[in-house]
């Protein structure tokens, strides 16, 4: 596709289910971050992936939260043991170093998660 | 780590005041970029700034790197309504190293 596209769009589940976010970049990006917003706030940086290196998990805010990237490309993040707190937008982000240049990061439309 | 500040948080101006929102970072950064928000929306971006001392604009929007590749700026001359949403500064201290935003300035005007 011509962008980053992330779904579901909308996930409504119950506290304590487990939920799983996908995130499809820019095909042939190498970054791609996870990123969360609560209403009216800023971006929350979760992790990051950086081509081939490990994975900056900084951001994670507990051990319930990991993501995946499969073969350099399409990512997931999962959720275990939902919390009401967990409600929030899930933003993914991709962009390419190409050539050395720092490039924009392309945003997809976010997964707007609400826990009952 | 590298942290990213950026005020104020929330601005509201009449329309045709001008606005500014300063971004300031712990490190010294190897660019700056700024995005724009809709409400409703997902961050878009606007710029990127790389060298010292830069200025650039866009039409009503200016965006300024501070000599010492720190701080940086964004200010929009006669505010119109369809400025309204948040105003975000990311950077980056090293080649490969993630992009960290600012918390964002909320912008609203009044028409």
């Known amino acids: 596709g011509a962008g980053v596209s992330q779904s579901p769009s909308n996930k409504v589940t119950e506290k304590g289910k487990d939920v799983e976010l996908r995130c499809d970049p820019i095909?042939?990006?190498?970054?791609l971050y996870w990123y969360r917003q609560s209403l009216g706030q800023g971006l929350e940086f979760l992790i990051y992936?950086?081509?081939?290196?490990?994975?900056?998990k900084s951001g994670l805010p507990s051990d319930r939260f990991s993501a995946e990237r499969t073969g350099g490309s399409v990512s997931t993040l999962t959720i275990q043991r939902t919390q009401q707190e967990d409600s929030a937008v899930y933003l993914c982000?991709?962009?390419?170093?190409?050539?050395?240049?720092?490039?924009?990061?392309?945003f997809g439309p976010g997964t707007r998660l609400t826990v009952l | 780590g590298q942290q990213v500040m950026q005020i104020p948080q929330y601005q509201h101006v009449q329309e045709g005041e001008d606005f500014t929102t300063y971004c300031n970072s712990s490190?010294?950064?190897?660019?700056i970029q700024w995005y724009k928000q809709r409400p409703g929306g997902h961050p878009v971006f606007l710029i990127q700034?790389?060298?010292?001392?830069e200025v650039k604009k866009q039409k009503r929007l200016t965006f300024q790197f501070g000599e010492a590749k720190k701080n940086s700026s964004l200010h929009i001359t006669a505010t119109q309504t369809t400025d309204v949403g948040t105003y975000f500064c990311a950077g980056r201290d090293g080649y490969g190293n993630k992009l960290v935003f600012g918390a964002g300035t909320i912008l609203r005007v009044k028409s």
């Open positions: 700034l790389v060298k010292s001392g």
């Open positions: 982000a991709s962009s390419s170093p190409g050539g050395g240049l720092y490039n924009e990061q392309f």
């Open positions: 490190t010294t950064l190897s660019n």
């Open positions: 095909s042939g990006h190498t970054a």
């Open positions: 992936f950086q081509g081939n290196s490990a994975p900056d």
